[in-house]
């Protein structure tokens, strides 16, 4: 099943669960999940801390960039959910 397929099936589920826009604002866009200590990067997706972290320290670390959208990362891009707040 391709990426796209994927998403595709996971945000039909998503839908048909009735998760709320509010919920699904902060879905990690690697492990599809309710993300955990949710950071957003200056492109707009949303992750889990830890999946993002792994993410940039195993597959990008010669160029740090989105995993989505391939925009290149920079260490004051990740903004935490407890500041998105203030």
Known sequence: MSTSERRR?????SRSDNVSEEESRYECSICYKEAVNPVVLSCGHFYCWECID???N???????QC???K?????????FHAFLKM
């Open 58 to 64: 195993k597959y990008a670390y010669v160029k740090k």
């Open 54 to 56: 792994e993410w940039m």
């Open 71 to 79: 925009r290149r990362v920079r260490d004051g891009d990740v903004c």
């Open 67 to 69: 995993p989505i959208c």
């Open 9 to 13: 099936e996971h945000y039909n589920k």
